[in-house]
């Protein structure tokens, strides 16, 4: 009986600390710190060092738990990029998440080799432990904060650190491998990295299309189908790791595939992986503060510090730099993506590898990933938001949309309810606008629920629920917030949004933010085409009005019916464009 009451009294503990844990971010949303850092310290006090004095060394049960969390917090990535912005930001961000944690690696490796007397090999290992960065931590901050990055800015981190993880992941395991046993030379290792990175993406392709079709096939009782995915992204991961491909890449390419297409319970998806990710982020960083050794750290935390200061002040900076050169980011940009390389939940479990096999100085390596952790989470994570209001990367998000509401409809992929309340500053209720692709179906008005043709239009006070694609729901919530007319146009609602040829260039400026003369704020979008270019409109014509351009896309009886609205290009060039001209220079030399 004692041994299962012990079991109890464990069950008991663990449930406790998440709980303390997950109360305990109402104090970083309060004051702006980094989330991941108080779970980290729950766990510290929860340890043999701290006052509940629990003693756990158990490193397989981090590594295993560790590897799950991971494996769902990289498919939770995947699930929620568009292709669009993948695509868009593919070239810098790969070569951000591939060179650039080589080099970061490399500039780290000669520091901690002469602060920790270690040799070469040794010192790479340190440098790939701490090279990969942690998105949930640098967006959760900026979400606090009320901040929201340029448009290609937050595409180019959010897909970098989904793909840099694992690289890291695959270089440190191989340089634990040679550091065990030796006898594999760069060569050998770059033929294997191929092989599990294209072994690893392949899989996870299919993967990915798999569980889409199973989704979409298979009836399964309601509530199942979030678990499904969980376990399904869980079961791609398992069979990549146990065949010597690259689990991490195949399950966030999974998570690519599966978050792209139509799927039954989109919502309930992206729901429930919202709350898994969180608990198993919780979960991990409680696990290593109960894994840390407080009492030892004061004899490495200098040469540790040396590490850490070099990450953030020269290496990262430099393989930024370097790795973005060609493609036209700004000097600001770039100093913001340097900035913001924080370190999170890959650095303490790549500094459990070592521990987990048995390395010589296996300690000192998990020393060193908690120290830059820890020093990363406290100075770039309080400064992120400051650096990017600085440095003019991110805009402030209004605090003041009102909650969303979003259905599921049985039997439907592509379509779901969405649901918002009519308050007075909203611009659909001044002035009526909606993209072509949300149709208003229901209007409750009190006690009643009306169709659009019962309810003779919208009021304040009502709740209108609209028919729209899943992935583009959240492009509504600026229709329905309560907010002044924006300075500048907003990128966030530009790009493949669509507006009637019939709503006048007033409307339009409203909403965005643009500069329109008195005489042309009752000018029709379609008699502007007419106007401007005084000819037939063909489908593709483009207009600029300020910093946005409105394009043809539907064309009747002579008219632009349908207008797309895009950010207009500037005096900078396109991606295209910069780096034909970046090598045209160059080899001009």
């Not at 935390?301 to 900076?317: E, G, N, W, Y």
């Amino acid at each position: 009986m004692a041994s299962l009451d012990s079991i109890s009294l464990l069950i008991l503990f663990g449930a406790v600390l998440v709980l303390a844990g997950i109360l305990s971010s109402l104090v970083a949303l309060r004051f702006g710190g980094p989330l991941l850092l108080i779970f980290l310290l729950v766990g510290m006090l929860a340890g043999e060092s701290g006052p509940l004095g629990i003693h756990f060394d158990d490193v397989r049960m981090v590594y295993l738990v560790g590897s799950l969390a991971l494996a769902l917090i990289l498919f939770d990535g995947g699930l929620r990029t568009r292709f669009a912005t993948f695509r868009s930001v593919l070239a810098p961000a790969g070569t951000l998440a591939t060179l650039g944690v080589v080099v970061s690696s490399a500039l780290v490796a000669p520091v901690a080799v002469y602060a920790f007397d270690l040799n070469w090999i040794q010192g790479l290992l340190v440098g790939s432990m701490v090279a990969s960065t942690d998105a949930a931590a640098i967006f959760f901050l900026m979400h606090a904060r009320g901040l929201r990055l340029r448009p290609r800015v937050g595409a180019t981190i959010e897909v970098e650190s989904g793909t840099n993880d694992p690289f890291a992941i695959f270089l440190t395991i191989v340089l634990v491998e040679i550091l065990l046993s030796g006898g594999k030379s760069w060569p050998d290792i770059a033929t294997l990295l191929v092989q599990e990175a294209l072994l690893g993406a392949l899989l996870g392709y299919l993967g990915g299309h798999a569980i889409s079709f199973m989704l979409n096939r298979v009836t399964l009782p309601q509530g199942l189908q979030a678990p499904f995915v969980a376990t399904a992204a869980i079961v791609v991961f398992g069979l990549c790791q146990s065949i010597h491909a690259s689990g991490f890449l195949a399950v966030y390419l999974a998570g690519l595939i599966v978050g792209n297409r139509a799927l039954r319970a989109h919502n309930a998806i992206v729901v429930f992986l919202d709350a898994v990710t969180w608990l198993a982020q919780i979960v991990m960083f409680v696990l290593f503060g109960l894994l840390a050794w407080p009492s030892r750290l004061p004899d490495q935390l200098l040469p540790a510090l040396a590490v850490a200061f070099t990450l953030m002040l020269i290496a990262r900076p430099a393989a930024v730099f370097l790795c973005l050169a060609p493609f036209g980011f700004s000097f600001r940009e770039k100093i913001f993506i340097s900035w913001v390389g924080l370190r999170g939940a890959v650095g303490f479990f790549l500094a459990s590898i070592p521990l987990l096999v048995g390395l010589p100085k296996a300690q000192t390596y998990f020393d060193i990933g908690f120290v830059v952790v820890v020093v990363s989470l406290l100075i770039q994570g309080w400064t992120v938001p400051f650096a990017a209001r600085r440095l003019r990367i991110a805009k402030k998000r209004p605090d003041v949309f009102h909650p969303r509401v979003e259905l599921d409809l049985p039997g439907q992929r592509n379509q779901e309810l969405v649901g918002y309340p009519i308050v007075a500053g909203s611009p659909y209720l001044r002035r009526g606008i909606t993209p072509p692709w949300a149709k208003l179906t229901l209007v409750v008005r009190g006690e009643k629920v009306l169709t659009p043709e019962e309810a003779h239009g919208v009021h304040e006070g009502d709740h209108v629920y609209l028919l729209a694609p899943p992935e583009k729901a959240q492009t509504l919530d600026r229709f329905f917030a309560d907010l002044p007319p924006p300075k500048s146009p907003d990128p966030q609602l530009l790009g493949d949004f669509f507006v009637s040829g019939e709503i006048t260039l007033g409307a339009l400026a409203e909403l965005y933010g643009l500069e329109i003369s008195e005489s042309e704020q009752d000018i029709r979008l379609a008699d502007y085409f007419v106007k401007r270019l005084a000819r037939k409109i063909l489908p593709g014509d483009r207009i600029a009005v300020g910093s946005v351009a409105l394009v043809a896309h539907r064309i009747k009886d002579g008219r632009a019916a349908t207008i797309g609205l895009q950010l207009a290009e500037s005096d900078a060039m396109t991606l295209r464009n910069r780096v034909q001209s970046w090598f045209g220079r160059l080899t001009s030399r």
